[in-house]
Nanobody
Framework: QVQVVASGGGLVQPGGSLRLSCTLS????????VAWFRQASGKEREAVAC????????YYRDSAKGRFTISRDNDINTVWLQMDSLKPEDTAMYYC???????????????????WGQGTQVTVSS
């Protein structure tokens, strides 16, 4: 049984930082791409960042480039999303997802990912 556990969300002031963690079990971790999605109230779920199995290919949505960093350690089945210079518009529920896909902007739709975590809330507010 595949389990995806995300953590690290919280309340932070604009300009602050948070580090989200995602730990996966029940699958061969180093065969899977892992992505972070977010969904703000009343909006569609959107991919924020995605990393392939070898960390050689990484996708960021435009609004995350230069502020967010995705990384992984295949020895401990964990992916992180370091978020710096946070803005109020980053406020959302953040989800971790995994699938055996090619990391490419054309494949970053939520429907392409089979395994999902429970979400962790990020709120950026003063």
């Amino acid at each position: 049984q595949v389990q995806v556990v995300a953590s690290g969300g919280g309340l932070v002031q604009p300009g602050g930082s948070l580090r989200l963690s995602c730990t996966l079990s029940g699958l061969t971790f180093d065969e899977y791409a892992v992505a972070w999605f977010r969904q703000a109230s009343g909006k569609e779920r959107e991919a924020v960042a995605c990393i392939n199995w070898s960390s050689q290919t990484i996708y960021y949505r435009d609004s995350a480039k230069g502020r967010f960093t995705i990384s992984r350690d295949n020895d401990i089945n964990t992916v992180w999303l370091q978020m710096d210079s946070l803005k109020p518009e980053d406020t959302a529920m953040y989800y971790c997802a995994a699938d055996m896909i090619v990391v490419d902007p054309d494949y970053m739709g939520a429907a392409n990912f089979d395994y999902w975590g429970q979400g962790t809330q990020v709120t950026v507010s003063s």
